[in-house]
């Protein structure tokens, strides 16, 4: 009898939620309600919306003007031809004095920067700062004399999966367009794009030429910098990503302050991921967080007692996924201060206070190696702190690394890739660019050279 009533109960319900469901689902009763619309905020927004086109020259090599015999009769290098190559991208315009924020992809290796804006003005535009690790630039306008619009950042940490927002740039080259969808996801940790992997997805539509534009909320601030689309046609297929928010304005404010790189706080602790195994290990009902591996003496994470094995479950009051978000959240922390960091150690819950500080960086000692050898056109670097943090090294790494290859240089013919770690040459340790650059002096028919690439020693020997 009593299942008989609550049948009934319920069936009244849920007849009286389809009856609501069904009046919300009506025809517009109004000439009004038929001109809703995203104008209003297109409008106030695309102004401050731009288009970046980025130039390169690029040296055509004749490999047959490498032979004396030929170039004598044939041509001489100097001859070689040169192409322009152009890339195609969006920015947006973050201060009224012509601060314009794009993705580094867009004018990376660019020697001509050019800049138009929604009234089809040109100008020329300076870079003042390339921020790789977050596929971030900073342009400045050059010869302006008037403040442009802007657009204010978003809150990106507010946002919702189900949020409606715009995407506004320039795909294909086909001018300035609007594509409307919603958040799709937040937070995705697994795109292999950059360092920061924290991305917003949405499924507005995101084509080539969008890179650097704006995704905007329902309020016209800006929620993130279109960057990539995973796509299996190189067309939109409703799969977006952007840099949040929060993360470009760190680096807006890195350019404001006349820097030419962003400083962010150095935690000197290596974090792991929890995989199913560990965190049945742990007694955790499912695999998250990030988990200390080892951490650096002296570092901040050392001075706030952070341990290996810790847990790192939150910070701020915000949960932690996995190491990837713990990097998001801390390099988007202001420097000065402290960062509320929650661990679970041993099965009990810690509260930790780590300092907000840069990682020293004295005596990376970056040269570019001249003479010739297989490693000419290499720029070197010795393993600081701050660059075994931005390479994500152990902070004992010992060697010295490769942070550049110069393009048709001989370095890059013999393979070197930026991130090898060169430990010997001929047999002699090289723990230092000062090592190395003595060793390359020598003249030498055959390298033997032991280095370290993706955790892997590789024993090569190269012709000289």
Same mark, same amino acid.
């Given at each position: 009898?009593?299942?008989?009533?609550?049948?009934?109960?319920?069936?009244?319900?849920?007849?009286? %939620?389809?009856?609501?469901?069904?009046?919300d689902?009506?025809?517009?009763?109004?000439?009004?309600?038929?001109?809703?619309?995203?104008?209003?905020?297109?409008?106030?927004?695309?102004?401050?919306?731009?288009?970046?086109?980025?130039?390169?020259? +690029?040296?055509?090599?004749?490999?047959?003007?490498?032979?004396?015999?030929?170039r004598?009769?044939?041509?001489?290098?100097?001859?070689?031809?040169?192409?322009?190559?152009?890339?195609?991208?969006?920015?947006?315009?973050?201060?009224?004095?012509?601060?314009?924020?794009?993705?580094?992809?867009?004018?990376?290796?660019?020697?001509?920067v050019?800049?138009?804006?929604?009234?089809?003005?040109?100008?020329?535009?300076?870079?003042v700062?390339?921020?790789?690790?977050?596929?971030?630039?900073v342009?400045?306008?050059?010869?302006?004399?008037?403040?442009?619009?802007?657009?204010?950042?978003?809150?990106?940490?507010?946002?919702?999966? !189900?949020?409606?927002?715009?995407?506004?740039?320039?795909?294909?080259?086909?001018?300035?367009?609007?594509?409307?969808? +919603?958040?799709?996801?937040?937070?995705?940790?697994?795109?292999?794009?950059?360092?920061?992997?924290?991305?917003?997805?949405?499924?507005?539509? +995101?084509?080539?030429?969008?890179s650097?534009?704006?995704?905007?909320?329902?309020?016209?601030?800006?929620?993130?910098?279109?960057?990539?689309?995973?796509?299996?046609?190189?067309?939109?297929?409703?799969?977006?990503?952007?840099?949040?928010?929060?993360?470009?304005?760190?680096?807006?404010?890195?350019?404001?302050?006349?820097?030419?790189?962003?400083?962010?706080?150095w935690?000197?602790?290596?974090?792991?991921?929890?995989?199913?195994?560990?965190?049945?290990?742990?007694?955790?009902?499912?695999?998250?967080?990030?988990?200390v591996?080892?951490?650096?003496?002296?570092?901040?994470?050392?001075?706030? !007692?952070?341990?290996?094995?810790?847990?790192?479950?939150?910070?701020?009051?915000?949960?932690?996924?996995?190491?990837?978000?713990?990097?998001?959240?801390?390099?988007?922390?202001?420097?000065?201060?402290t960062?509320?960091?929650?661990?679970?150690?041993? !099965?009990?819950?810690?509260?930790?206070?780590?300092?907000l500080?840069?990682?020293?960086?004295?005596?990376?000692?970056?040269?570019?190696?001249?003479t010739?050898?297989?490693?000419?056109?290499?720029?070197?670097?010795?393993?600081?702190?701050a660059?075994?943090?931005? %390479?994500?090294?152990?902070?004992?790494?010992e060697?010295?690394?490769?942070?550049?290859?110069?393009d048709?240089?001989?370095?890059?013919?013999?393979?070197f890739q930026?991130?090898?770690?060169?430990?010997?040459v001929?047999?002699?340790?090289?723990?230092?660019?000062?090592?190395?650059e003595?060793?390359?002096?020598?003249?030498?028919?055959?390298?033997?050279?032991?280095?370290?690439?993706?955790g892997?020693?590789?024993?090569?020997?190269?012709?000289?």
């Amino acid at each position: 009898m009593v299942s008989t009533r609550l049948l009934a109960v319920f069936l009244i319900f849920a007849f009286a %939620m389809t009856s609501a469901f069904a009046q919300d689902r009506r025809v517009p009763s109004s000439a009004a309600e038929l001109r809703l619309s995203y104008a209003p905020i297109v409008q106030r927004v695309e102004p401050a919306v731009v288009n970046v086109y980025a130039a390169k020259v +690029i040296q055509n090599h004749n490999p047959l003007l490498d032979d004396p015999i030929f170039r004598r009769f044939f041509g001489v290098p100097g001859q070689q031809g040169e192409q322009m190559q152009r890339s195609l991208g969006s920015g947006v315009m973050v201060d009224p004095s012509g601060l314009v924020v794009t993705n580094n992809h867009v004018i990376e290796g660019a020697d001509q920067v050019k800049v138009s804006l929604s009234d089809k003005r040109e100008f020329e535009a300076e870079i003042v700062l390339k921020d790789t690790r977050s596929d971030l630039a900073v342009l400045r306008l050059k010869n302006v004399h008037e403040k442009f619009p802007t657009l204010d950042f978003a809150n990106s940490d507010e946002l919702q999966v !189900g949020d409606v927002v715009l995407a506004i740039g320039n795909p294909f080259g086909v001018g300035q367009t609007v594509t409307h969808g +919603i958040i799709s996801a937040l937070a995705r940790t697994q795109v292999g794009i950059t360092d920061y992997q924290f991305f917003i997805q949405t499924d507005a539509a +995101i084509n080539p030429g969008n890179s650097g534009g704006a995704l905007v909320d329902m309020t016209g601030k800006l929620a993130g910098i279109n960057t990539a689309i995973f796509s299996r046609s190189g067309g939109s297929q409703g799969i977006g990503f952007a840099i949040p928010a929060n993360m470009v304005r760190v680096v807006v404010a890195s350019a404001r302050s006349g820097g030419k790189a962003v400083k962010r706080p150095w935690l000197g602790a290596r974090l792991q991921a929890v995989t199913p195994e560990i965190a049945e290990t742990l007694g955790l009902r499912r695999p998250t967080g990030a988990l200390v591996a080892s951490i650096v003496s002296g570092s901040p994470a050392a001075r706030a !007692g952070l341990k290996p094995s810790d847990l790192i479950v939150a910070i701020g009051g915000q949960p932690i996924d996995d190491p990837n978000a713990f990097d998001y959240r801390f390099a988007t922390r202001p420097l000065g201060g402290t960062a509320e960091i929650e661990v679970q150690r041993a !099965g009990k819950p810690v509260k930790l206070a780590v300092p907000l500080e840069t990682a020293p960086d004295g005596g990376r000692n970056e040269i570019v190696l001249t003479t010739r050898s297989p490693f000419q056109g290499a720029k070197v670097a010795n393993i600081s702190p701050a660059l075994a943090d931005e %390479m994500h090294l152990d902070a004992d790494t010992e060697g010295v690394i490769v942070v550049g290859v110069a393009d048709d240089s001989i370095s890059a013919n013999y393979g070197f890739q930026k991130g090898d770690i060169v430990l010997a040459v001929n047999g002699q340790k090289i723990s230092k660019t000062s090592d190395l650059e003595r060793v390359t002096r020598d003249e030498s028919r055959l390298w033997r050279i032991k280095l370290v690439r993706g955790g892997q020693q590789i024993n090569a020997t190269l012709g000289g």
